[in-house]
Every structure is written in C-alpha cells, then in structure tokens.
C-alpha cells in the first residue's frame, strides 16, 4: 500500500482494509484481514482511498470473486504484480513477475485430513523438484525477511525468519538445498505436535519417519480433547477453539462456541457489537452503501435476508423485453466494456454483435430472445476439476473437453436447443459461451453454469477466460451487504444458441485471437501432444531454462540449525 504520490509504503491497519466503509463485518473482529475484492479492483481504477499500486498472487486466482473482466482489467493498471504458481494460466498472464511452485508430489508437508476424516500425518516428496522451484512457505518466510516483517517469533533457537536467506539457496547457485529450505519453514509446524515421545515437538524427518512406521495419525488417540467424542461440544473444544475458555479438555464448560455456550438464534455477538442507540443493522454501514443505493430494507438490528438485488423481484425488468430498456446501472463505476474493449485480451474480435456496451447488448438480446430470460446459478463443482484446476491435464479434459451449462430439456426444447448446442450466456456486464448440458434435475426457469473456465491450449495472456469465464458475466456490485461476498447463483442472463452468424470467426466453438478452436472432444490430437510436456521425458517437447542448471532435489544435507 502507498500514500498517494509518496511511493512510500505505510502500515496496513484495520482501518485501511478496502471494504470496511461498505461491508460491517470486514474489518471486524470476524473477519479481520480480508479486504473486498470489488473494492480492491475499484480503488486500482481510481485511486480511492489510496493508491493500490502492486499485489501478490498465490495458492488460488482472481476468477472466483466479483466480474472477471473488471477484475483483469484493474489488476492490468498495477505497476507490479507477482504471481506464484504452478502453471501458465490466465492468473500470471497479467503479472510482471512469475515465481515457480513445487508442486505437491515435489515437497516434503505436513497434512490433516479435511472434514471430518480425523487423520493426519505426512506428505513426502516422490519426484525430483527441479530449476527454479520454490516451497510456497519458503517463498512467503522470504518476502516477510526482505519487508522487515516477523515470520516467527517463538522458537527462540531460530531468527524470526527461521535462518532463511535466498541469496544461499541453490537456485541461485548456493548450497542450501531444497529440504533444507523445506527443514526450517516445516519445523515450525512440527513443533506444535508435542507428545510423550517429543515433549518439544519432533522436527520433520523425525516425523515422517514415525509416519512411514505407524502410518496416518489418528486424531482421536493423538488429540482425543478435539477428537474424542462425535459430539465434540461435549469436550468443550469447540469453546476451546473459539477462545472463550482455556480449560482443560472436559470441564464444566463444555458447550458450543459462542458466549453462552448454546445455540444462539438471537446472536449476542451482534448484540454487543451494535450499539444500543443503533435501531437497524444497516445503521452499522456506512449511510450510501453504494452497492445497494441505501436501499436495504431493515426491520431491526440484526443481519437479516432480503431479495437478491438482480432477482425476478427485486429487478423485473431484467428478465422482460417490454421493460429492459427502462433498466440502467446504478453506479457509474461499471466498466462496461466486452472483453474485445479490454487491454491484452483477444485481438480485437468483437463478441457476438459487434457492440462496445455490454447493457445495449444485453437489452437488445432480450428483446429478440423474448423466452430466453433465465436466472442462473454458478458454483456447482465439476467431477474432473477443482474449480479452475487441472484444464490441462489431458485424461480430465478427455472426460470434460468443454464447459457445461445444465438446462431442463422443457426450457431448451422452447429455445430450439439440443444438447451439445454452444449457446451465449449473456448479462448487462458480459458474455460468455458454454455447451448445452439438458438436465431433467434442474428447475425450469433456473439455469446452472460451469465456473472457472480457461483454455491452457490458448496462447495468449487471458488463456481464454474472457471467452468461457462465467464470472465474465457477474455483476460486481451484486453483493451481500454484510460481508461483501459477491452473489455468484441469482444472475439473470439470456440464452441463445451460438451460430456462424453471431460468433466471432464465424465460429461457435471458442477460438484463440488467431481463430484457432479450443479443445472440445476427446479425440483432439493436442491432448497427446501434453502427455510428452514433461521436461524429465526424453521426448519432452519443452525445453527449460534455470537460473542454475545444476539445482535439484533430494540434495544429501545435514540439517542442522544454524
């Protein structure tokens, strides 16, 4: 973060977090380090508050939150952005500097089980790391060393970063290999785990080995005050958990989470944070709430649900030919642009009607497609995908070439649609094309797309996001008033088949800036040529440069702390 104009940077407090003017709960002592990811986008744009001139981008993507194209269009703007990642992908496509990740099956990790599995244990590398790789922890210890920040501060054997200088490691031609790098970051989290065995905690090689002997952990017998009971209210963790009781594991304290250990239906966490002068909720944002034009409904102080603000009843006129006209956005921060309008995506290719207005074009489609207003969720996830992971693994784009877009066959069979039909989804603030998925289980009325769509095989910086995003479509204000969390499963769209006529390239099927078609089948001849990307294959199409050539895993050390 910089004072505008100063190039100084300043201390990141609460107050500072974008968000907190507009959503109650950012900022707060629930959610006290996330900003709002439309307000971040905004202030790029126009500097307000302050300047946002540089970002970071790690373990996850900007196409999950808010509109796609407002969100690359901001992160464009920024004189610096890094990305760490595993992949070219439409993420680092923007970014000024890429960082290269190990990736799962290169590193030595701790891990737990997630839900309610009740294991733990070990990850431990089985293939080589190779080049520049970096250990994503390592990575961020690093970057808090070069700020000045604290990573640790409580192993007094060890500098509050852990005794970590990149100028040493051997990706850059020094001698501290990749598990030694691992070595300090990981003893950080072993040293929690302390039992009989190692009342101090183990390091990690002492710890995996105890995993390679006795296999996964089992929660209730390592940690039975969490896990001793399927009930675990009656042990007092969860109160534990919370921080409001530091008792042994069962005590008289047992209960659930909240100050009075019940189930709360009226919250007295709410209630202690309004003010007893406050008579509705809304009164604890700030008096525009530009997201809804200051027109929240309340009927007393505590959160409440109300009418999503793009629904069939709250925005009628969306969804009917004789009244969108009348509709206009309520903020003139829209960028209303089609991704051809947007820097460094496609190459000029206009969407389906040439038009350089998203709304215009939205208002036009409605009224020459009078039945085809849907509401449309988002979300659901994909069998073969972990939302935008793994598009360019060839055996999951074999099971899923292309994104999907269920509709009941009642609906599709109005419309003239089969299955398999590429249509337009469009909104007043983008277009996207999928692949008709007829759904006999989804509502009619009620369509649900696919989410996260890139195209890997796409060589430009977007990677096709802009053609197949969902998000693309988002309206960026449509928000939950309390935390921000943008409304992702009430868009109205309307739908209607893709056609030589109306398709960039004369093309239903989504193609790169050179009009080059993506991936759509399994017999695609591309999807052979990923399977001999691999560097370490002698019949490697890719050819790899390191900073040193030499830089390899599974180095022979001696872990010692320094």
Excluded at 208 to 235: I, L, N, V
Excluded at 282 to 307: L, M, T
Aim: with cysteine; proline share 6%; net charge negative.
């Amino acid at each position: 973060m910089c004072v505008p104009d100063s190039g100084k940077t300043t201390e990141y407090t609460i107050e500072k977090i974008l968000g907190k003017e507009r959503f109650p709960m950012i900022g707060s002592d629930c959610n006290p380090s996330w900003a709002d990811a439309t307000s971040v986008y905004d202030a790029i744009e126009s500097g307000e508050p302050y300047n946002v001139t540089c970002g970071i981008g790690q373990t996850g993507d900007f196409m999950n939150q808010s509109n796609l194209l407002e969100a690359w269009d901001a992160l464009t703007q920024l004189d610096f952005w890094v990305d760490i990642n595993l992949w070219s992908c439409p993420n680092n496509g923007c970014a000024d500097y890429v960082f290269p990740c190990m990736h799962w099956l290169e590193v030595n990790t701790g891990r737990v089980s997630q839900g309610a599995g009740g294991i733990f244990g070990a990850g431990q590398r089985c293939v080589e790391p190779i080049g520049d790789c970096t250990f994503d922890p390592t990575w961020v210890v690093c970057l808090h060393k070069s700020m000045g920040v604290p990573f640790n501060d409580r192993d007094k054997d060890y500098d509050e970063w852990l005794n970590l200088d990149y100028h040493d490691f051997v990706q850059n031609g020094g001698s501290v290999g990749y598990e030694e790098q691992e070595y300090r970051v990981l003893k950080d989290a072993t040293d929690w785990w302390k039992t009989e065995e190692f009342p101090d905690g183990p390091d990690f090689p002492q710890f995996a080995e105890k995993f390679q002997e006795e296999g996964w952990f089992d929660c209730r017998k390592w940690h039975p005050e969490r896990w001793g009971t399927y009930r675990r209210w009656e042990m007092g963790y969860r109160r534990q958990q919370a921080g409001y009781n530091l008792y042994a594991a069962v005590d008289e304290k047992c209960a659930f989470g909240t100050p009075t250990g019940k189930v709360e239906i009226w919250s007295t966490i709410c209630e202690s944070y309004i003010g007893d002068e406050t008579k509705t909720f809304a009164e604890v944002c700030s008096p525009d709430r530009a997201a809804y034009a200051g027109d929240i409904p309340d009927i007393d102080k505590f959160p409440h649900w109300f009418e999503p603000k793009n629904s069939r009843v709250q925005a009628p006129e969306l969804y009917d030919a004789a009244q969108v006209d009348s509709y206009s956005y309520n903020s003139d921060n829209y960028l209303n642009k089609p991704y051809h309008g947007i820097a460094g995506v496609g190459n000029g290719a206009s969407t389906d009607n040439g038009d350089t207005d998203n709304l215009e074009a939205y208002k036009q489609a409605v009224k020459d497609n009078p039945e085809a207003t849907f509401i449309c969720t988002s979300g659901a996830r994909q069998p073969v995908y972990f939302h935008s992971e793994h598009r360019q693994l060839p055996w999951c784009r074999e099971l899923w070439p292309s994104p999907r877009f269920e509709m009941n066959p009642k609906d599709a069979a109005k419309l003239g649609l089969e299955q398999g039909d590429w249509v337009w989804v469009r909104t007043p603030w983008g277009a996207i094309r999928e692949v008709v998925d007829l759904y006999y289980g989804i509502k009619e009325g009620t369509t649900n797309a696919n989410h996260a769509w890139w195209y890997p095989e796409m060589d430009h910086s977007a990677h096709g996001f802009e053609l197949v995003g969902i998000n693309c479509t988002m309206d960026k204000y449509a928000q939950c008033w309390i935390c921000g969390a943008s409304q992702l499963r009430g868009n109205p769209v309307v739908v209607y088949k893709a056609t030589e006529e109306n398709s960039p390239f004369g093309n239903p099927v989504p193609c790169d800036p050179w009009g080059n078609e993506a991936i759509t089948n399994a017999n695609d001849p591309r999807l052979k040529e990923w399977l001999a990307n691999d560097p370490r294959l002698e019949d490697s199409k890719v050819e790899l440069t390191y900073a040193s050539a030499d830089a390899k895993g599974l180095q022979t050390i001696s872990l010692v702390k320094e």
